[in-house]
């Protein structure tokens, strides 16, 4: 009896299923290419008047930081030429997908990111200190330099740390969206990646996870044309990453990804339909990476100097912003004032290297007592034999170097 039940529940449900039937063999391959949402042109002129919106101090604030950031990454950079650090990464011209879809999010939501949204991590307060802490692994990083540089992560922020292999933060965004959702809370999980890590397996898993069970998740993929020295032509093929979205049953929006005010209203937008809707929502960002992937690559040795130019001077978020505040008289333009932020960024970032660089590694015994709630027998014993060998051979390590020594 039971049995019969539950087939005739299943065959209920296969009868109500919408099918429609053709007499011809006709593959589907291509659909309607989605078109990108865009608020300002390349010239910063308005061209959908109903989305500006944003008040005038919140747009001031964002280009500050956006330019802040420009700086901050040029100095970084170079300061891993010195040998300063061992590793960096910028995010030249891809700001306005991350600070701007950060201003648009509300401090409860939670943020996965991939690695190169500093501008995140900035725009809810994380300092240009604890950045070069970080990127220094010295005893006041918050990760105690178990991570690689830029792997940042901030309880306080509700930001989950940065984690090499790529693409893992997807399904832990669904996950935690799923939690949002069954606990009814106000929150969702935004989650960031690029359109390469839009190629591994848990971005289709965590996809199809997030719609089935409903997860107050947003997707957003920075589609910034290269995984390190792999064009997107290689990378996928049909309507971008966003045309992935509608195949899983989600709503998708396209986005011109160096367009600040398309970039914040899309995200506010599918933050309230998520909340509202109780379900998950992607967002594609089309942009460029304009520097190099990171310091261990060097990008015209794959592309061309003169593509690389032509979207940092034609199409670059911070000049299109830059030019629509002045169109519409928003911001007092003073290259005083415009200059007089880069040189604090540029005497912070050198007085946080400086600082850092004085500060003690993280100490060692850390390596075992921070593991688990209490010392394992197995890494106490670890522990005893490092220390023997460290006081026998206390002439050959740098033993003060670390933060209470033995
Ligand atoms: C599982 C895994 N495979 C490969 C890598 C090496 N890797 C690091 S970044 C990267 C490219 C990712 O490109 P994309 O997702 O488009 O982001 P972008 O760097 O362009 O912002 C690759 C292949 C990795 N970290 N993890």
């Given at each position: 009896?039971?049995h019969?039940?539950?087939f005739?529940?299943?065959?209920?449900?296969?009868q109500?299923v919408?099918?429609?039937?053709v007499y011809?063999?006709?593959p589907i391959k291509n659909f309607?290419?989605i078109?990108?949402f865009?608020?300002i042109?390349?010239e910063?002129?308005?061209?959908?008047k109903e989305?500006?919106n944003?008040?005038?101090?919140i747009l001031?604030q964002?280009?500050?930081?956006?330019?802040?950031?420009e700086?901050?990454?040029n100095l970084?950079?170079?300061?891993?030429?010195?040998?300063?650090?061992s590793?960096?990464m910028?995010?030249f011209g891809?700001?306005a997908?991350?600070v701007g879809?950060?201003?648009?999010?509300?401090?409860q939501?939670?943020?996965?990111p991939?690695?190169?949204?500093?501008g995140?991590?900035?725009w809810?307060g994380?300092?240009?200190?604890?950045?070069v802490?970080q990127?220094?692994?010295?005893?006041l990083?918050g990760?105690k330099?178990r991570?690689m540089?830029?792997?940042?992560?901030?309880?306080?922020l509700n930001?989950?740390?940065?984690s090499s292999?790529?693409?893992?933060q997807v399904?832990?965004?669904s996950?935690?969206?799923?939690?949002?959702?069954?606990?009814?809370?106000?929150?969702i999980?935004?989650t960031?990646?690029?359109?390469?890590?839009?190629?591994?397996g848990d971005f289709?898993s965590?996809m199809?996870?997030?719609q089935?069970?409903?997860c107050?998740?947003l997707?957003?993929?920075r589609n910034?044309?290269?995984?390190i020295?792999?064009?997107?032509?290689?990378?996928?093929?049909?309507d971008?990453?966003?045309g992935k979205?509608?195949a899983y049953?989600?709503?998708?929006l396209?986005?011109d990804?160096n367009d600040?005010l398309a970039?914040?209203?899309?995200v506010?937008?599918?933050?309230?339909?998520?909340?509202?809707?109780k379900e998950?929502f992607?967002?594609?960002?089309?942009t460029?990476?304009i520097?190099?992937?990171?310091t261990?690559?060097?990008?015209?040795?794959?592309r061309s100097?003169?593509e690389i130019?032509?979207w940092?001077?034609?199409n670059n978020?911070?000049n299109r912003?830059?030019?629509?505040?002045?169109?519409q008289g928003l911001r007092?333009?003073n290259?005083d004032h415009?200059n007089?932020i880069r040189k604090d960024?540029?005497?912070r970032v050198i007085?946080?290297?400086?600082?850092?660089?004085?500060?003690?590694?993280?100490s060692?015994q850390?390596?075992?007592?921070?593991v688990?709630?209490?010392?394992l027998?197995?890494?106490?014993?670890q522990?005893?034999?490092?220390?023997e060998?460290?006081?026998?051979?206390k002439?050959?390590?740098?033993i003060?170097?670390?933060?209470g020594?033995?």
């Open positions: 009896m039971k019969f039940m539950r005739s529940k299943i065959s209920k449900a296969f109500e919408p099918s429609q039937y011809q063999i006709n309607e290419p078109k990108q865009r608020v042109d390349l910063g002129n308005l061209v959908a989305y500006n944003i008040p005038k101090e001031n964002i280009f500050d930081l956006m330019i802040s950031i700086e901050m990454d970084l950079y170079m300061s891993q030429r010195q040998g300063k650090i590793f960096y910028t995010s891809e700001t997908t991350t879809t950060t201003a648009a999010l509300q401090p939501d939670f943020i996965f991939q690695y190169r949204e500093q995140s991590f900035m809810r994380f300092t240009i200190e604890q950045i802490n990127c220094i692994g010295n005893h990083d990760g330099g991570q540089p830029v792997h940042y992560g901030s309880k306080d930001i989950v740390t940065v292999p790529l693409t893992t399904p832990q965004a996950g935690a969206g799923y939690g949002f959702r069954v606990n009814g809370e106000n929150k999980a935004a960031w990646f690029g359109e390469g890590a839009a190629s591994e289709h965590a199809n996870f997030a089935t069970l409903k107050q998740t997707f957003l993929c910034n044309h290269y995984a020295s792999t064009p997107t032509d290689d990378q996928f093929r049909g971008t990453i966003a979205a509608p049953g989600m709503r998708t396209k986005i990804g600040l970039v914040y209203n899309g506010k937008y599918a933050r309230e339909q998520i909340i509202k809707n998950p992607f967002i594609e960002f089309i460029y990476r520097g190099d992937h990171s261990s690559d060097h990008s015209v040795l794959y100097q003169e130019d032509s940092k001077s034609g978020p911070i912003l830059g030019l629509f505040l002045k169109k007092q333009f290259d415009d007089q960024v540029r005497n007085a946080a290297l400086k600082h850092g660089s004085e500060q003690q590694s993280p060692i850390d390596l075992f007592t921070d688990y709630d209490e010392v027998p197995h890494l106490q014993e522990y005893t034999q490092l220390r060998h460290l006081t026998k051979y002439d050959q390590y740098p003060n170097k670390f933060k020594g033995l």
